[in-house]
Structures are given as C-alpha cells and as structure tokens.
C-alpha cells in the first residue's frame, strides 16, 4: 500500500504546474484588489479623518505639556485655569477693547444741511429706534443752530468738542449739558458705542431748551442792584 505522502505526490503529478507570480505584478494585483469600492464602504470620511487627525495632534500636544509641566496633568489643568481666571478678570476690569481715533474728526461732512435738516432726520432714525444715528444728527443739529444764531462761527473741521466749549462761552449755563452731549456724540461716532434712547432724549431736551435760551453777553455790568447781570443770568437758564 502506498502511503500517504507518496499518493499525494502522485496525485500532483498529473495536475498542471503552479503558477508563479513575480513579487512587484503580485504587490500591483493586490494594490487594485483593495482598492475596490466594496473594501472602503466603512472608511470613515475625510472630515472623520481631519477631525481624529486634530485630536491626535491636541492629544500629543497635552501629553508634552504635561511632561514638561510640574505635577504632570493634574498642574498643567491648573495653570490653564489659573491663565483663564487671570484673563476672565482682566476683561471683566478694562472691558472690551476699543480703538480710539487718531484724532478727532469733523462734526460735520460736506453737504450743507440746515438744523431743521438735521432735526427732522434725527427724528426719522428715532422713530426707527436707530439712537446711533438718531444721537449723531441730534448733534449736528445743536451746533448749526447755534451756527446759524451767530453764536458759533461756521467753521469747517469743527469737533463735537470744540463746539461745546464754544457754545459754553455764549451760554454758560448749558456748559456742563453741551460738554456731555459732546461726549456722547463722540463715544458713538467714533468710540464704538451703541446710542440709547436716553440720550438722544437728553440731547433732545438740550436742544430744545438751547433754542429758548438767550446768550451771555460778554459786555454786561452789574447795575447799582446787582439787576442787569441777574437778568441775563436767568435768560441764559431759560
């Protein structure tokens, strides 16, 4: 009887050769195989990929940090609240930055425009709720009222400041009411504040009370009781 090993090489004996493949057709057959759709329908997609790639980079970072850390993790968690509290409270102190302008602009552009003008757009953006807006032509219209009663010069490039130091000469008993206004024209044309309906109304009431006030005059005396100089001291309150 012949053994196993012998009926198997007989066996073989009568089938075709083997195949070889070469090392480099074989790498380039198994290269197309794998690259078929079916094998790469569970792939995560690139964003899944970018993602875990991130958290990777995140995960080495710590892991640096945390060695060179003193305390290992458990410090490196405490520096960085301890950097986020210092950062909480400096915000919470200075509040948000803002950029203030070089210098100080012009109060007024190129298109010459009336008080009436600037009341009545001033008065549109209210009605919208626009205070920005609404403060800015309340502004305008302060000072070329006063321009236009001679109380100011029409100067070109005036500031919002400028004016109301101006204007308080004339009229001394608005001169804290015309600097404020000034203040809050200028936070909001160009410190990058948001206006409020408060002042607008103030700058509102300021105007009106501006209209029924009557300027100081430079050259008034005090008569034998004191009346003259009361007389324009109440006018200018009026």
Do not use: C
């Not at 458990?74 to 915000?91: E, M, T, Y």
């Not at 070109?156 to 308080?168: F, M």
Request: charged fraction near 30%; hydrophobic fraction near 40%.
């Amino acid at each position: 009887m012949l053994s196993r090993t012998a009926v198997h090489t007989v066996a073989r004996s009568g089938d075709e050769p083997p195949v070889t493949i070469p090392r480099d057709p074989a790498r380039e057959a198994a290269r197309r195989e794998l690259s078929k759709r079916m094998y790469h329908e569970n792939d995560p997609s690139w964003f899944q990929r970018a993602l875990n790639a991130f958290w990777d980079w995140i995960e080495g970072l710590f892991s640096r940090a945390s060695t060179a850390t003193p305390g290992g993790t458990l410090g490196l968690v405490v520096v960085i609240v301890a950097v986020l509290a210092v950062l909480g409270a400096l915000w919470w102190r200075l509040g948000t930055p803002r950029r203030g302008p070089v210098s100080a602009p012009a109060l007024f552009d190129d298109r010459p425009r009336s008080a009436a003008d600037h009341r009545a757009a001033a008065e549109a953006h209210a009605a919208q709720e626009h205070w920005s807006q609404a403060v800015q032509e309340r502004m305008r219209a302060v000072v070329r009222a006063l321009e236009e009663r001679a109380l100011l010069d029409i100067r070109p490039g005036r500031t919002a400041d400028e004016a109301a130091t101006e204007a308080g000469h004339a009229l001394p008993a608005h001169r804290d009411r015309l600097r404020a206004a000034a203040r809050d024209f200028d936070d909001v044309a160009y410190g990058g504040r948001s206006g409020s309906e408060p002042s607008y109304r103030r700058l509102a009431e300021l105007d009106h009370d501006l209209e029924r006030s009557k300027p100081h005059l430079a050259g008034s005396t005090i008569g034998p009781a004191g009346d003259a100089d009361r007389d324009t001291r109440r006018g200018a309150a009026e």
